[in-house]
């Protein structure tokens, strides 16, 4: 796996978010954070950020359940963008449900690199970092 | 014939009855006889000797044949009957034979006797077994008239030419009923039907004439008052003893109770199957919202045990499970109060006027609505009241008009309009205001989720519409929602009353 250059995380929960960057925080601080709480900002900003086709390999933190533009959502907008944007992004979902529905569907969709349930934990973003996960 | 005959005599002259006894046994009749000569013992010898036959001179100093034929028929004795005279008119013989005689024999052609004993008595067998074949199928008659009079089958016989032959009460009054025309025998049973089923019913018809085969089918009719009788109508063909089929039976039960029944079922599984539904995704969400919280206490507490954290990290890490922690308190809250409204359906029923619940909205919402520039209009013409949980229709009433301030245009001054209409069995309650709208496409199953919401810019935790419907159910009510985006949404509340 290329080395990560930057982490998205988009979830209404800014708590979640917050949580999210001091994980990360304790075991980098080498890799860029960006965060949305509003599912259509972040959708925008990897639109517009990656569609210049620049070489920035990164991890995106997607949560499932937010309102207006859910994860799901997002995912079946994702479908429509470039290949080059969808080249340099690796999605996990990053949700609070236990329910196998949810982790069902996210093993289907092909955008979908692994279903973590919440909270993110060290271990997950070395696992992440190291390319097993 | 094997048994001796029981042969009663009425004769008071010894010789004359000596003379019919020479002739019997010179005729080998194999016999036992006895001889009276007044009402009272041939009375008694019917009864006690029960004779096969009774042989009769004509007239006695005390009795006479007519009497005793007279006496016979009276006491519905049935006994052949054979008068023996000396000399007779053609007259009263014709006559004594209608008076139930089966012969007569003159005395000086005593050798004809014992062969019109023997015809006389083989007659009598033969009407007796017609007598009571004809009274069996009397009965029988009577039996299956008695059934299909009483049958809760409609029966129609028609025969090979489509012609009505005959039908029970109930047929006719099906007919009167559903087809408002008087069933009658002998008329062209399709011509009673409506136009676009007549070919139907003319080939099912043939169908069981031919024998091809026999239909079994469902059928309805409209009532006048628009309610639907349904039938469970068959047709088949009637055979006769040599397996020609000579007519079709046309049968019909009525099965609209059944029918209503089934719907009802069907409705209430459906409803059901909602209900779990809903149940289903209360579940699922409440677990989701509960488990939201706790991840975030479980991820900032793991933070705070490692060693390097720093102070400020630390008060971050606080704040972060302490507001977790108000989130999971907050989540209880809510299902309590969610699980209350489902139980508190004891609450009394009163009178509660619409325009009482707007006004007192209008002052509990006061300086926003001023603030906002917010219009509310009603019109309740149309029904002005109802009987039900106050507090509830507040509240319905109040999370619907705040949510249309809510979720206002930032460009329009707000217009909500709330209007009754009753019908029949229902009042409906509509709120429609000018806001925001929701995208029903993308959200059509959603608009009364719990904890679902359509709009970020706005402080919501989106309880209220899920609050509303759970409401409107509990009242036994349906709501349902139209909308469109950057026009307004408008909110429909049914009640049966």
Known sequence: MKKINRFIIVDDDPHNNTLCEFVIGTITKEIEI??????????SYVESTYGKGIDCPTVLFLDINMPVMSGWDFLERYHTLDEKIKKQITIYILSSSVDWRDKEKADHNPYVKSFVIKPLTKGTVQGILSGLL | MNKRLKILHLEDLESDAELVERALVKGDVQFEKRVVDNRVDFFRELREFAPDIILSDHSLPSFNST????????EQISIPFILITATISEEFAVEVMKGGAYD??????????????????????????????????????ANLRTI????????????????????????????????????QPNTYSIDYFQGERRPTLRRMLNDAINGINSSNFEVSFFKEEGHLKWYDCNIHGIMNSEQRIVGVILSLVDITERKRMD???????????????????FAYIVSHNLRAPVANIIGFSTLMDEDWIDETMQRNCIYGISTAVKKLDEVVHDLNHILQIRREISENKETVYFSDLIESIKLSLGGLLKAGDVQIEYDFSGADKMETIKSYLYSIFYNLISNSIKYRREDVAPVIRVTSHKDQDRLELTFTDNGMGIDLEANKDMVFGLYKRFHNHVEGKGMGLFMVKTQVETLDGRITVDSKINQGTQFKIEFSV
């Open chain 1, 34 to 43: 960006v965060d949305f709480t509003s599912p259509e900002k972040g959708f």
């Open chain 2, 67 to 74: 009497e005793a034929l007279k006496m016979l028929k009276d």
């Open chain 2, 104 to 141: 007569y024999i003159l005395k000086d052609r005593m050798q004809r006797l014992p062969n019109a004993i023997y015809n006389a008595i083989e007659r009598h067998t033969l009407e007796m077994e017609r007598e009571k074949y004809i009274e069996s199928l009397r009965t029988s008659e």
């Open chain 2, 148 to 183: 299909l009079e009483n049958a809760t089958t409609a029966y129609i016989l028609i025969d090979t030419n489509f012609k009505v032959v005959t039908f029970n009460p109930l047929a006719s009054e099906y007919a009167k009923r559903d087809l408002h025309s008087d069933l």
């Open chain 2, 263 to 281: 719907f009802q079922r069907e409705k209430m599984t459906g409803d059901l199957i909602q209900r779990n539904k809903d149940l289903e995704q």
